[in-house]
């Protein structure tokens, strides 16, 4: 064998090995992250509805890949960024060759591949299979409901192709649009998730500031709140004397009037309830309960705040350089330079900032009251409720990379086809989403603080005199829902 033709055959070798190395570690992520979805969604639903003979392992498999594929596209952007920063701080370590551009490329293709075969196959054929009963005459079994799905999302999917292919047709109205019309795998399906991310972009534009916000109440219903000037064994005692009568000692109550049975079980579940929450600040130390509560809110006062100058820079950015749009990538130059000015620290504070904008906004969606029904609960989460959280939890993860470009939070490139969206290039759409996202986050904080403000001020304040010298009563408790978050917060 010639020199030129033993080279040419090692060379192939190398590129056969390092694509088999790619394929098994792309595996094994994945089915870890396959593994612990599954272990979500089984403590979430509903027992019933896995009984034999209701096809309960296809619907889970389908909501398992589905959910492990929402994690694979949050993880996808700090993962990008950590091994950007790993390389850069050991370009020749043998232990890390692995860890390489092509991996990382190929990562983004193939969450961006499953995240359509989710959207556009997988979702829809879950849901038509948990409300299909099979053809009439045809014997009930499952092929029965299967050979049904089947044939609706058939349909379904030739009525979503024919009006992508109308709007495609109205707004690119050119023989260079037309012709691209008829190529399924490069045009529809990109330009179809092309939409669905906008979609979630802009959901993530309005849950966003309002989980930032909402934030604060989570975690002061999570931690001990300290309270000065404050006797808990006595407000104990008296809980626990209140829950031993049965009804709450109001001295506006008299022993004489017929009383609703209803509302006095609802009093009682409050009087247990303040009572749990009175053991639970009893029992916490000293330190966790004057140093934790505030650390943790000004570490979230400190991670918003950080956001929103970065967004702010990242406007001035936009007027002033047309490098800060952002744009696609074919390649990931990893090793090269570091995506933040500050080096590592940078890159962190990247990651961390990922992650917390992601929470907020589950936590932002979650408290809205447009899907405030689809909380799951533990062990009695139905079905259609569960294709819902995944779906939802879908197009909010797989327009994480997209968002947190668009506002300036990373430097790093979009990869792959999550790059081809048309109106990631679009200056006036980039631009008013950075202003929005920044004034809606500011008036939430705003909105936030005023209320906290004005409660601890109510709370403060002694009583006003009234008509004939007497005292008035103490405040009425917050009846508003933003009050009583105000209420719960505290952080002021």
Not at 466 to 491: I, K, N, W
């Amino acid at each position: 064998m010639a020199p030129v033709e033993h080279d040419a055959l090692a060379v192939r070798e190398q590129l056969f090995h390092e694509r088999v190395r790619e394929c098994i570690i792309c595996a094994l992520l994945f089915a870890s992250l396959y593994i612990l979805c599954h272990f979500i969604i089984t403590h979430f639903k509903k027992q019933t509805d896995f009984a034999a003979g209701r096809g309960g392992s296809i619907w889970l498999g389908m909501c398992t890949f589905t959910l492990a594929v929402a994690l694979g596209a949050v993880l996808l952007l700090p993962f990008s960024i950590i091994s950007n920063e790993v390389l850069l701080s050991f370009p020749h370590n043998y232990y890390i060759q692995w860890l390489n551009g092509s991996l990382i490329h190929g990562l983004w293709n193939l969450v961006f591949l499953f995240s359509n075969m989710s959207l556009v196959f997988l979702m829809p054929f879950a849901y038509f299979f948990t409300e299909s009963e099979g053809f009439a005459g045809s014997k009930k079994g499952i092929m029965a409901r299967v050979y049904e799905t089947s044939v609706v999302l058939l349909l379904l999917t030739l009525l979503v192709l024919g009006m992508v292919w109308v709007a495609s047709a109205i707004v690119g109205n050119n023989a260079a649009s037309r012709q691209s019309l008829y190529d399924l795998w490069e045009y529809y399906l990109p330009y179809l998730y092309s939409c669905i991310s906008l979609f979630g972009v802009l959901l993530l534009l309005l849950c966003t500031p309002f989980g930032l916000s909402t934030m604060f109440t989570v975690t002061g219903k999570l931690l001990v709140k300290p309270r000065l000037l404050e006797d808990l064994d006595e407000q104990l005692s008296c809980t626990r004397f209140e829950e031993a009568a049965g009804v709450p000692q109001d001295r506006k109550t008299s022993c004489w009037l017929n009383l609703n049975v209803g509302l006095l079980r609802e009093q009682l579940l409050a009087i247990q309830s303040k009572r749990r929450k009175l053991e639970r600040r009893h029992r916490a130390s000293p330190w966790q309960r004057n140093l934790g509560y505030p650390l943790a809110m000004l570490g979230l006062l400190a991670l918003t705040g950080i956001s929103v100058l970065i967004v702010c820079f990242h406007v001035l950015e936009l007027l002033l350089d047309d490098a800060a749009m952002p744009r696609g990538i074919q390649d990931a130059p990893l090793g090269q330079v570091s995506f933040s000015i500050f080096g590592t620290f940078g890159a962190a504070l990247q990651v961390v900032l990922i992650f917390y904008l992601m929470l907020s906004s589950v936590v932002g969606f979650y408290s809205s009251p447009l899907f405030t029904r689809l909380l799951p609960e533990r062990q009695d989460t139905p079905l259609t409720k569960i294709i819902g959280n995944c779906v939802s939890l879908l197009v909010l993860s797989s327009a994480l990379p997209v968002f947190s470009r668009t506002l300036g939070i990373t430097r790093f490139d979009l990869l792959g086809d999550f790059g081809r969206f048309n109106w990631l290039g679009n200056f006036y759409i980039v631009f008013l989403y950075n202003m929005g996202f920044a004034a809606l986050t500011t008036l939430c904080l705003v909105k936030k603080v005023t209320w906290a403000v004005q409660e601890e001020l109510l709370r403060a304040a002694p009583p006003l005199p009234v008509d004939g010298g007497a005292l008035a009563p103490p405040s009425t408790p917050p009846r508003t829902r933003a009050e009583q978050e105000a209420q719960e917060t505290g952080f002021i």
